[in-house]
């Protein structure tokens, strides 16, 4: 380990890896991107490079070539005329122009590939398959029917951006909801999706089953309690870290309109065993609480049929990692359930694992060489995020962790097993007094617009002033 030589000597691993998301590739960049993640991350890149030496830093990040709002960008397009290439065109046309932003921001990264691109894109499909096929080994896979949209006019299953709706997670006032996820990321099952929208024909979706393999979230509860435990005692993670993370770490739940206790009164009794909690004062909900994600999910029928309407409560729910999209990494074939793909999520939280891999072996170092910067005790990976991707990063990426464990995940010999890696949650940059997204009324400038005004000097300057 490197120290400095103060009076407070600060302890800094012998190798380091500092990642900046994955933007999709449906769009350049705006500067929401840029001055929230690229920005601080590359600052810190370089400063590392400064205090442990450049060979042993690895600033990784590339397109999220997969993912539900990449098909429907395309989609859009290809339906109006103003594009007629692949999918895989598409993606490539915003890869190389998020490419040239970052270049242009003089952005220092060691990669900037995608999780579908060249070499990159090989690496990434393998380490897939295996760390899928390791969690099914260790026993944390589930296979679940579970109901997905299903348009009718267009005779066609729906993904996640392609239905739209308001978010049903008790006190998220977003209207602006998706199959699975809010604009504010709250996830649900997309059954509780409230007023669903099928946004190709503009009719309401029929729900269908569909087999999927999930993860095994709630089974890390105790494991994540500690983990919180362990981030609220260190002071160098912003508060926001643990307090999103315990967020998720509570009961199932389900939140009824104080109008419609007398209905629930007459199905109590019928109900799954639970505790009912009166509406606090001012409150406008009363509380069920469940002691299982199946005690509540069998309630849910009940309340509906005696036309109770509800909400859910945050709490860990299983974590979907395949899906029926065609467009994705291909998912492993296991238990002879085939010709599934990988939900973009889960492979976006190992996609740095794959492009660190992808560095080494451009600079002729072992394949097994990537553990000395993600398993090793003496290396570090710093994650620099937006705090609204906190679920993914903060509860379902360390429970996988763990549950990796042990490593030897590409056969041969045991290997160490993944260390848990330090997020650095950054808050989101505003345009005007609103939260600066894409998905707004008010589109944020692109971070290449910004540069017809001020050098990158200035701008990298702001951003990291803020």
């Known amino acids: ?39 601080p991350a ?22 999220d070539c997969f993912g539900s709002p990449i098909n429907e960008g395309y989609r859009k397009l290809v339906e109006a005329g103003e594009f007629d290439g692949s999918i895989s065109d598409y993606v490539m046309r915003n890869h190389e122009r998020q490419a040239n932003t ?25 380490v897939s398959e ?7 080994e260790n026993g944390f896979l589930h296979k679940e029917s579970t109901l997905q949209f299903y348009d009718t ?21 977003s209207e602006h909801a998706y199959a699975d996820e809010c604009d504010l990321g709250h996830q649900y099952d997309p059954v509780d999706l409230i007023a669903p929208k099928s946004s190709v024909t503009g009719t309401v979706p029929e729900m269908r089953p569909v087999e999927n393999w999930y993860f095994d979230l709630p089974a890390f509860s105790e494991f994540l309690k500690k983990h919180v435990e362990e981030l609220k005692a260190d002071p160098t993670i912003r508060d926001v870290v643990p307090q999103t993370i315990e967020e998720f770490l509570t009961p199932p739940v389900v939140y009824v309109k104080n109008e419609a206790e007398e209905a629930y009164r007459a199905i109590a009794a019928d109900l799954p065993k639970h505790a009912f909690r009166p509406a606090e004062k001012g409150k406008q909900s009363f509380e069920l609480e469940f002691s299982s994600i199946e005690d509540r999910d069998a309630a849910r029928p009940l309340l509906t049929r005696a036309n109770i309407r509800f909400r859910m409560g945050k709490t860990l729910v299983p974590f979907r990692i395949t899906g029926n999209i065609e467009w994705g990494v291909k998912a492993p074939v296991i238990e002879g359930v085939s010709g599934l793909t990988v939900w973009c999520w889960p492979e976006s939280l190992w996609a740095p694992i794959s492009f660190t891999m992808a560095v080494n072996d451009e600079l002729g170092l072992p394949r097994s060489s990537w553990q000395e910067w993600w398993c090793s005790d003496d290396a570090e990976v710093f994650q620099f995020i937006g705090q609204d991707n906190l679920y ?39 345009l005007g007094n609103k939260k600066a997204s894409s998905s707004s009324a008010v589109k944020p400038p692109s971070a290449d617009e910004l540069l017809d005004y001020y050098t990158p000097e200035q701008l990298r300057a702001h951003f990291l002033a803020l």
């Open 102 to 126: 970052l270049r242009s921001y003089g952005i220092s990264l060691s990669i900037y590939d995608g999780s579908g691109i060249g070499h990159a894109g090989e690496v990434h499909q393998h």
């Open 130 to 136: 295996a760390f899928i096929e390791k969690l099914h």
């Open 153 to 173: 006019e267009a005779q066609t299953f729906l993904n996640g951006r392609q239905v739209v709706g308001h978010c049903p997670v008790q006190g998220c006032k």
């Open 392 to 430: 993914f990063y903060g509860v379902a990426q360390p429970a996988m962790w763990e549950a990796l464990k042990p490593g030897n995940f590409f056969g041969g010999e045991e290997s160490p097993a993944l260390r848990q890696t330090t997020l650095i949650a950054n808050h989101h940059l505003l």
């Open 42 to 63: 590359d600052a810190f890149a370089r400063f590392l490079r400064d205090r442990i030496g450049k060979d042993n830093v690895r600033f990784v990040s590339g397109t």
């Open 1 to 39: 380990m490197a120290h400095s030589t103060n009076e407070n000597p600060v302890e800094w691993p012998a190798r380091a890896v500092v990642t900046a998301g994955m933007p999709y590739g449906n769009k350049p960049l705006h500067f929401g991107h840029v001055g929230g993640v690229f920005v």
